[in-house]
């Protein structure tokens, strides 16, 4: 989506107001979804949500677009559960068509340790109600024909887990969604508008400075994904992210029908189709530090060894296209949500490699919170003030995580 | 692709290393011993611009390199 789709859709941009009730950074999919959420859970309208680019032009616009449940931890699979299930009605809620369709989640072990781990999620996950159940290697071929049972004669499949509730949704449709049902219903959205400054007045948050002028706010959420540290930086808030580019590719179209989302935590990549038909894969993040989202030939060497070893079908098809987004990740692979301590000023972020799937339930969640002023008991443990407390939510169930 | 000089080694594809980390530094105006140590353990500069590292030569001579990397191009600086 770009500039050309700003003007296409029948919305009416305004110039930015002096002041609004609540100012959102960043129009992503989790500003664009809790603006979305204050207005039509909470009837909170007089709300901005600004964005340096374009709408969706930072990592909402750069995922492989799964949406799943089965995490490691009982706080993560209630929260990503609740993301499933907002996203299954999220198309009858909005009117926005956004492509959503349930395929199934594949997650392949290659070792009998995997298997134990698959197992002790597939029990976990059952008893905080996600569905996830053991297969056989034979139920695996069943559900994904196309997969090579002794992976390339290096990673045979032993079994693994396997999660009904896995869907796919088209990224830029999602947010798209979100923006309209927000501007419909009176919210400002700014994009190209940078914000340059946090306003302070004394050790409170009380609006942002953009290009455009000062605009002053009740309430400033932080919804920055890979730059977020800088946002965090003018009110002088620590934050434990670290942004690491991950990148991913499609190929050429391949026969529709592929199956499910296949994944392999022992491989550490992720395969599925696009609805065009493409095979979307990604892998890992890189292992460094960098704001840079250039495609490094690496990637493409050891994703494509990857995935060939189970889908050897893939050897045929073309890379068509590779990108890479910056991700804020956290130290424990889990988000970061709620009051960062300051007054006025609150934060979603840490959504690393598993922001997308987390989009309805994170943003339906900041907009109670902003809105009562309390934290929903759903994202009680994802507060930044857990490092301090020394209460980290480390959670291996993400896919580009080790 | 990015490569990195090492002392030992001369120039070498950043494949062959370990990224260790930023150095970390806790600013002066964090106050407390609990304060500071929470920021020591926890929170990153995460520098988009030149930023101080170490890395380790896993697959060469297996010592650390300090550099300065350029967060924005991901390039070597020094």
């Known amino acids: ?402 | 692709m990015l490569w990195i000089i090492c002392p030992t080694c001369g120039e070498r594809p950043a494949s062959e290393f370990r990224f260790g980390g930023e150095l970390p530094s806790v600013p002066d105006w964090i106050v407390g011993d609990e304060a500071r140590n929470v920021d020591y353990v926890w929170m990153v500069n995460n520098v988009r611009g030149v930023t101080t590292e170490r890395w380790f030569h896993a697959a060469g001579c297996r010592r650390w390199v300090t550099l300065t990397r350029d967060t924005v191009t991901d390039t070597v600086v020094a």
């Open chain 1, 1 to 402: 989506m770009n500039e050309f789709v700003e003007t296409l859709l029948d919305l009416e941009w305004h110039a930015p107001k002096k002041s609004y009730d609540v100012v959102i950074i960043g129009a992503g999919g989790h500003g664009l979804a809790t603006a979305y959420y204050l207005a039509t859970r909470h009837a909170i309208t007089n709300v901005a949500v600004l964005e340096a680019d374009y709408i969706g032009s930072g990592n909402s616009g750069r995922n492989t677009t799964i949406i799943r449940a089965n995490y490691g931890i009982p706080e993560s699979v209630r929260f990503y559960q609740h993301s499933v299930d907002l996203y299954a009605t999220l198309e009858d809620e909005t009117g926005a068509k956004i492509m959503h369709a349930t395929k199934g989640l594949l997650w392949l072990a290659h070792t009998e340790m995997a298997m134990r781990a698959e197992r002790s999620r597939a029990l976990m996950n059952q008893a905080c109600g996600a569905e996830t159940v053991m297969i056989t290697p034979e139920e695996a071929k069943q559900l994904c024909p196309a997969l090579d049972l002794t992976g390339g004669g290096r990673y045979p499949v032993l079994g693994g887990s396997y999660h009904p509730g896995g869907a796919t949704a088209r990224h830029d449709r999602v947010v798209w969604a979100y923006a309209q049902g927000a501007m419909r219903r009176g919210i400002d959205i700014l994009p190209h508008t940078p914000v340059t400054g946090l306003l302070r007045d004394g050790g409170r948050v009380v609006g942002v400075q953009t290009d455009a002028g000062p605009i002053s706010a009740g309430v400033v959420l932080s919804a920055v994904g890979g730059n977020v540290t800088t946002v965090a930086a003018m009110a002088d808030l620590r934050v434990p992210i670290r942004t690491h580019p991950l990148q991913a590719l499609v190929t050429n179209a391949y026969a529709p029908g592929f199956g499910p989302i296949v994944a392999s935590s022992e491989l550490l990549c992720y395969v599925s189709q696009t609805a065009r038909g493409q095979m979307l894969m990604g892998a890992e993040f890189d292992s460094q530090p960098s704001y840079s989202r250039q495609s490094s030939y690496e990637f493409l060497q050891s994703v494509s060894a990857k995935v060939t070893h189970l889908l050897p079908f893939l050897r045929d098809l073309r890379v068509l296209r590779t990108w890479a987004g910056i991700c804020d990740i956290s130290p424990d692979y889990s988000p970061i949500m709620g009051s960062t301590g300051i007054d006025g000023l609150l934060i979603t972020t840490g959504w690393g490699t598993w922001g997308f799937k987390a989009i309805p339930a994170g943003g339906e969640a900041m907009a109670e919170l902003i809105a009562t002023g309390t934290t929903p008991p759903l994202i009680a443990a994802f507060g930044l003030g857990r490092f301090a407390a020394d209460h980290a939510m480390a959670d291996q169930g993400s896919a580009g995580t080790r």
